[in-house]
């Protein structure tokens, strides 16, 4: 055993350009970037699972991709067993390959219609030059029993299998070059739940017997929780919390990985009475994130100035009236109620709001601004290490509580 | 409380290349006014078409091939005709197409798994909902002029169209109505969202939209199918509370169609599950997770991750479903061969019989009335399936 993880991430960054031609470039225009993935530092020790979790969009599969070198990063290094991959000669890339393996999501789309499930599984083994057509028909079958296939599965086609069988069978393909570290990239989102179980405990089995390390990408958070020693959780291409599976699902320290896990509905009889306190809004475009925290916008522990009295819930109106001016939408005034508030913050949205019925959006808004904003807004924050490693103010400000941030 | 739709022993067919497909086979329920009656399943077990067939939108290849859709319409039944009347209830199954589809819109709505494909994706949205307001007011004025075109579509029809611009006409009530709707359904900015094309929206604020089509007619059940699948979990808890808020609302009773046991115990007052085209468990929501009688519903609930407590792999339910072929299915129960309980009297196809006295509680399985007795065991479903897996 060496002492570093087997793989290893740090101030990982991948932007995409969107839309711009050659002649476009000639003519000094540029395209929108988009940063997927932005400044991510991940390390998987050695036997590891650890379940990168978000919404859709989140720059998940984009950090999985990057880990194996199938996309060039904009910046930042990964590290297999210690050594970059940037910097491998050809026959360490090519090592390098055969140790790393990914499993997608569509097990129909993921498998060449036109292969039998030999020729598929044998595939990685025909492109390394491994072993003759008699080992590799060997190993194929054998495969397909370690993934509870039987081997007269062997010279069917894709459409032939069900779901959770192309799934096996794109596991064992997988497996085909006894890799030690296997990127799943939402391996059981496309297949029902008793399947879901099967494929899962399959997972587990193959795990303990050749000591893989999984990164189990999912947006189903229920999934991670039977397979992953830590977690971590992605928003808008960042990582706002990681660490071992129970703290984070028992204590979640970040407001999105509450909400995230808040929002899945458990199957139990009294479920009905939970009432979830869901998220408003939906993901931001990465084309513009939003300022300072990029959660934020959603937030619902967002942090008030130190020195204004104000709840969470008027606190949290106030915010959305500033972004509705701020996108030039119609704004909803009745919805105002603030006779319990202190008199900054009403003569602060009376005034505002004064100046909005003369038409002036802008000085509504620097009013608004003036009283209202938020560290939350203004500054990205920082990554503090206790309980683990999470990215929110709440955690910089032992003060907190003093804020109503509550 | 009053019933709005009793499904009875429902039988629907698909045929197919490879021979008829037992798609619903003699289904069985009740949905009450106000209630929500969650339908649960994996895929291929007869959810969808059981909704299908209840809006009578099955597909060419489908037919309902036996039994009743009784559901309370009393203008209807005050009317004579070919169909059956029960008291207030006409039997669905029996009326005329037209009849059917100034039902559609206006009595029964649908609420489809995948927004982006229900739109279509060259009007703006706002025309979409727009449009879906005129036929039902159009409806409740004239029935008959729901008349679908591709329905006696002949020159008559053609001269009709051409010299009564009217008909395709999307009204500025209407217009203004959808804004409502989009409103209601908690789109910001609704006039100018109403102005754009499906592509403008996303996943989320798409399926609102398609909430404001279905109940633009203001009808009394919603058949919702999947609704929530393709949504990330954030967006999924939004719109199942936006879905009970107008159901508290307008006192609208919900089909929840979904695979997932956590949105039917969110959302359901009650739940059928279904296996190989049958409803095999019914029961109250409490019922059916704390005391569940079906070795599948039993199975199923172990398969679910539980997120609260668990850190070892579920229990998991071994094989998979029957072929739905008229030549696949076996004589005895659709279960038996992946059943842990399967018993001597299982090669019999056992009925549906009521587990606790006041019959809301029912399984298809012959553990309702006695136990599982081990030296009676057929040996596990293990082998049987085994053996087809190997095929």
Not at chain 1, 171 to 177: D, E, M, S, Y
């Amino acid at each position: 055993m060496s002492d570093h993880p087997l793989i290893g991430a740090s101030g990982l960054t991948k932007r995409f350009t969107d839309g711009v031609s050659i002649l476009d470039r000639l003519r000094g225009r540029e395209g929108s970037t988009i940063t997927a993935v932005d400044d991510v530092s991940l390390s998987i020790e050695r036997g590891e699972t650890v379940g990168l979790v978000g919404e859709s969009g989140c720059g998940k599969s984009t950090t999985g991709q990057l880990l194996l070198g199938l996309q060039e990063p904009s910046a930042g290094t990964v590290a297999f067993d210690g050594r970059p991959i940037a910097a491998q000669t050809a026959a360490e890339r090519r090592r390098f390959r055969q140790e790393t393996a990914i499993v997608f999501q569509e097990p129909f789309s993921s498998l060449d219609p036109r292969m039998t499930v030999e020729e598929i599984i044998c595939e990685p083994l025909v492109v390394n030059e491994i072993g003759t057509e008699r080992e590799r028909h060997n190993r194929a079958r054998d495969l397909l029993e370690r993934v509870e296939l039987s081997a007269v599965m062997a010279p069917r086609y894709p459409h032939e299998l069900s779901g959770g069988q192309c799934q096996r069978v794109a596991i064992a393909r997988a497996l085909a070059l006894e890799p030690s570290f296997i990127v799943l990239d939402e391996p059981v989102s496309a297949l029902d739940v008793s399947v879901q179980a099967q494929i899962l405990s399959l997972l587990a089995e193959l795990q303990d017997e050749l000591e893989l390390t999984y990164l189990f990408i999912t947006h189903d958070l229920s999934v991670v929780s039977s397979l992953c020693d830590r977690v971590a959780v992605m928003y808008l291409g960042e990582l706002v919390e990681v660490g071992p599976l129970e703290r984070v699902f028992d204590a979640p320290a970040h407001p999105y990985t509450s909400a995230l896990l808040e929002s899945v509905p458990r199957a139990r009889a009294n479920e009905r009475d939970r009432s979830i306190d869901h998220l408003a809004g939906a993901l931001p475009s990465p084309s513009d994130p939003p300022s300072g925290c990029r959660f934020h916008t959603r937030c619902p522990k967002i942090i008030p100035p130190a020195d204004l009295e104000i709840d969470q819930a008027t606190y949290r109106a106030v915010f959305r009236l500033r972004s509705q001016i701020e996108r030039g939408e119609s704004v909803a005034l009745d919805e105002f109620d603030c006779s319990d508030c202190t008199a900054t913050v009403q003569q602060a949205i009376e005034e505002a709001i004064a100046a909005l019925e003369t038409g002036d959006r802008t000085k509504a808004l620097d009013r608004l601004d003036a009283t209202f904003e938020s560290v939350c807004e203004t500054t990205s924050p920082d990554e503090h290490t206790t309980p683990h490693r999470v990215s929110c103010h709440l955690h910089a400000d032992a003060d907190c509580r003093d804020h109503n941030c509550e | 409380m009053t019933d709005l739709l009793r499904v009875r022993d429902l039988t629907a067919r698909f045929d197919t290349e490879d021979g008829r497909v037992h798609a619903v086979e003699s289904v069985s329920f009740t949905v009450e006014d106000g209630e929500s009656f969650g339908l649960v399943g994996e895929s291929g077990s007869g959810k969808s078409a059981t909704a299908l067939s209840i809006a009578g939108l099955l597909p060419a290849a489908g037919t309902i091939t036996g039994g009743s859709l009784w559901f309370r319409a009393p203008e209807l039944a005050a009317t004579t005709g070919k169909h059956e009347v029960d008291g207030e209830f006409v039997d669905l199954t029996t009326l005329p197409a037209s009849a059917r589809r100034s039902l559609r819109g206006t009595e029964i709505a649908m609420v489809f798994q995948d927004p982006m494909s229900s739109f279509d994706p060259s009007a703006t949205v706002g025309t979409q909902i727009a449009k879906a307001v005129e036929v039902q007011q159009r409806a409740s004025a004239r029935p008959r002029s729901t008349r679908a075109r591709t329905e006696g579509y002949g020159l008559g029809s053609l001269l009709r169209d051409s010299l009564l611009p009217t008909r395709s006409f999307v009204s500025e009530s209407s217009r203004e109505r959808a804004i409502e709707l989009l409103e209601r359904v908690g789109i910001p900015d609704p006039a100018k969202r109403a102005e754009q094309h499906p592509n403008e929206f996303s996943g989320g604020m798409l399926q609102r939209a398609m909430i404001a089509q279905a109940i633009a007619g203001e009808p009394r059940l919603l058949l919702a199918d999947e609704p929530t699948t393709a949504l990330d979990v954030t967006i999924q808890a939004q719109i199942l509370s936006l879905l009970k808020e107008i159901q508290a609302e307008t006192a609208l009773s919900v089909v929840m169609i979904t695979h997932d046991l956590g949105v039917v115990a969110h959302h359901s007052d009650r739940v059928g599950v279904m296996y190989a085209g049958e409803l095999v468990e019914r029961a109250p929501i409490d019922r059916l997770f704390d005391a569940p009688v079906h070795p599948y519903t039993q199975g199923l609930l172990g398969a679910v991750p539980d997120l609260d407590t668990t850190v070892t792999p579920p229990a998991s339910l071994s094989g998979r479903m029957i072929g739905l072929h008229a030549d696949e299915l076996p004589e005895g129960c659709y279960f038996a061969d992946r059943c842990p309980k399967a018993m001597t009297d299982c090669q019999e196809h056992p009925e549906e019989r009521p587990v606790d006295e006041t019959e809301r509680h029912t399984a298809r399985c012959v553990l309702t009335d006695r136990a599982f007795d081990p030296d009676d065991a057929l040996g596990g479903g293990t082998a049987q399936q085994m053996e087809r897996d190997h095929q």
